[in-house]
């Protein structure tokens, strides 16, 4: 039973503290340094989904965000649709998309698969350019009147940052759902042998696409949420490859595999970028310190910041998972 | 109709430098079984390298091409002991991965430098006018020098001992090694030599179009294709798959916007993959 492992209810409590702090005071800044914490969390530990429980490296993991962002706000902006439906049906509609694709290009393993991604990446973008309800490459604005159903733009904006931390519980949830489960199992021994997990009854082709489809399905709730909050979208912030790749150095980080490394790794480096970003002498390095980052990972310490801690105190396993 | 004869023209002329950056790609993944996903960003380097020297000696950028190519070397073996050297034979995630991070700071450094607005070099050759279609001397130029360089390739891998240890580690590393080839240092010619086509393949686009630091991605992304299509390990065969390419750009492009272009190159990708996962143009070695 989920309801008996600690980090179950760690989760739960990280996701009241999110909602409650910035609240609490009305600290607006505070708000939005966490929602891009939030934002990175969910994007981190669906990624780990595929990278950590399946072992198929997925590069262009924030093409779901995009789109999701994208049929949101058209859903929410032109439709007039209220934000929740529109989130959910964004997320809907982006996992049935994901799960087409993934029937087909799954059949390819490995490095194929992590070279198709990109491909799939680069075509939704080059599609979403051209197509003319969404505005091309200018994108697409919030119409001030959206805000209304939700109270107007103030109260709006806080009803999208609860929901947003309640998609991060949900990501952290359902990563450790599937991580005890017979569903989980079958992609872990994907992950280390393809071929034999097909002997012994695993359905790569169907339990991939299924994984690269649920993968899809949260991260394009937060898409449609972050985007109609921020008021607008244009093809390259929607789909922007360098947050793609930054993705796979967080779980890196934090490590791979692991529910509670890739939400660390995704809120630590999100802080370093943060600051990277804002601070005048390197503003212009945080790829660089990114790519040292991941280079430094990948030889020294494979396992992330959590594999370095279970090596220091190997009972933590079973806490933190 | 001549139209979109001078259009495939065009195609077949661009197709051949696609070739020449493919056959870096496709080298270094038959020969060491590694994506190179630097491959972009050093296609990249090629073409600022190329700005910089023009802009230094102002010399025939096709005279530029060798110490460009002699820089990719260079710069291969750095990067070959930097990121290539300790994930040889691990999980395909390491190699992945460890190429990726140079090619993140590599890119990072190259923005700090130059930021992401576009560049050119500024030299033109006299065109060729049949009726009343032009066909630029840069471009005929830069086919003809991937030409030159795709042939020195291949009579450098079947006619050289160099070249030949290379292809006998691509198709058999144990048993190389206890021919008495070193294959480290096999594996890290065959890189350095990988990155240096992809560098002269950067050079020469830099002499047909403005580019910016973040340019090689498109054209990684159209080395991959014309890879899967050409099949591993055959620099030939890549050429003419790159060939096929730019003619196949040349004919849709005068039909559909230039946007729509990766769209269908990603098409065809995962299309070529799963009908022929050997490649049209011959057999990947297993």
Same mark, same amino acid.
């Given at each position: 039973m989920i309801l008996r492992r600690p980090l179950f209810?760690?989760?739960l409590v990280l996701a009241g503290l999110f909602a409650w702090f910035p609240q609490h005071n009305n600290n607006v800044?505070?708000?939005?340094?966490?929602?891009?914490?939030?934002?990175?969390i969910i994007l981190t530990t669906n990624l780990n989904l595929m990278i950590g429980y399946t072992g198929y490296v997925n590069f262009g993991h924030i093409v779901f965000y995009g789109l999701g962002g994208y049929i949101g706000l058209y859903l929410a902006t032109v439709r007039g649709w209220h934000l929740i439906t529109a989130a959910l049906t964004a997320g809907v509609v982006v996992s049935l998309f994901a799960l087409l694709f993934g029937l087909g290009i799954l059949r390819l393993r490995?490095?194929?698969?992590?070279?198709?991604?990109?491909?799939?990446?680069?075509?939704?973008?080059?599609?979403?350019?051209?197509?003319?309800?969404?505005?091309?490459?200018?994108?697409?604005?919030v119409a001030f009147d959206s805000y209304a159903p939700l109270g107007g733009p103030k109260h709006a904006l806080w009803t999208t940052y609860f929901l947003i931390i309640g998609v991060m519980a949900l990501s952290?949830?359902?990563?450790?759902?599937?991580?005890?489960?017979?569903?989980?199992?079958?992609?872990?021994?994907?992950?280390?042998?393809?071929?034999?997990?097909?002997?012994?009854?695993?359905?790569?082709?169907?339990?991939?696409?299924?994984?690269?489809?649920?993968?899809?399905?949260?991260?394009?709730?937060?898409?449609?949420?972050?985007?109609?909050?921020?008021?607008?979208?244009?093809?390259?912030?929607?789909?922007?490859?360098?947050?793609?790749?930054e993705g796979i150095v967080m779980l890196m980080l934090g490590g791979q595999g692991t529910v509670a490394g890739s939400a660390l790794g995704a809120a630590l480096y999100e802080r370093l970028r943060s600051y990277l970003l804002t601070s005048p002498r390197l503003s212009g390095f945080h790829l660089v310190i990114a790519g040292a980052l991941l280079l430094l990972v990948i030889r020294l310490a494979p396992g992330g910041l959590i594999g370095w801690f279970y090596r220091l105190v190997p009972r933590s396993r079973e806490v933190i998972e | 109709m001549s139209g979109i004869l001078a259009s495939m023209i065009d195609g077949l002329l661009i197709g051949s430098v696609y070739g020449l950056a493919a056959m870096g790609l496709s080298l270094i993944w038959g020969v060491m079984d590694v994506i190179n996903l630097t491959h972009g960003s050093m296609i990249a380097l090629g073409m600022f390298g190329m700005y910089l020297l023009f802009g230094a000696i102002a010399g025939n950028p096709y005279v530029l091409l060798l110490p460009v190519l002699a820089a990719g070397l260079v710069l291969g073996i750095m990067v070959y002991w930097l990121s290539v050297s300790w994930v040889i034979d691990r999980p395909i995630l390491m190699s992945l991965l460890s190429t990726f991070a140079v090619n993140m700071m590599v890119i990072g450094i190259g923005t700090a430098i130059w930021s992401t607005s576009p560049y050119n070099v500024n030299f033109s050759l006299p065109g060729l006018t049949v009726g009343d279609y032009t066909f630029t001397g840069n471009h005929m130029a830069a086919a003809l020098s991937a030409l030159?360089?795709? %042939?020195?390739?291949?009579?450098?891998?079947?006619?050289? &001992?160099? %070249?030949?240890?290379?292809?006998?580690?691509?198709?058999? &590393?144990?048993?190389?090694?206890l021919m008495g080839i070193s294959s480290t240092r096999v594996l890290m010619i065959a890189f350095a030599i990988g990155i240096a086509l992809a560098a002269a393949a950067g050079a020469l686009v830099s002499t047909l179009f403005p580019f910016t630091i973040l340019s090689g991605a498109g054209y990684q992304l159209k080395s991959f294709v014309v890879t899967v299509l050409a099949g591993l390990g055959k620099p030939l065969g890549a050429l003419a798959a790159g060939v096929l390419l730019g003619l196949l750009?040349?004919?849709?492009?005068?039909?559909?916007a230039v946007s729509w272009i990766p769209l269908i190159e990603f098409g065809l990708f995962v299309v070529v993959l799963i009908l022929f996962p050997r490649g049209i143009f011959g057999r990947a070695t297993a």
């Open positions: 209810w760690l989760i800044a505070l708000r939005e340094d966490l929602i891009l914490v939030a934002v990175a490995g490095a194929y698969f992590a070279l198709a991604t990109i491909g799939v990446l680069v075509a939704v973008q080059a599609f979403v350019s051209n197509f003319e309800p969404w505005g091309r490459s200018t994108g697409m604005y952290l949830i359902l990563s450790l759902g599937i991580k005890s489960s017979k569903f989980g199992l079958g992609l872990f021994a994907i992950r280390e042998d393809e071929d034999a997990a097909i002997v012994l009854g695993v359905n790569a082709t169907v339990f991939k696409a299924i994984i690269y489809s649920v993968s899809a399905f949260l991260p394009a709730v937060a898409g449609a949420l972050m985007f109609f909050k921020n008021g607008m979208i244009d093809p390259s912030i929607a789909f922007e490859y360098m947050l793609s790749l | 030159v360089i795709s %042939g020195l390739l291949e009579l450098f891998l079947y006619h050289t &001992r160099a %070249g030949k240890a290379i292809r006998a580690v691509s198709d058999n &590393r144990d048993a190389s090694e750009e040349g004919i849709v492009s005068p039909f559909i």
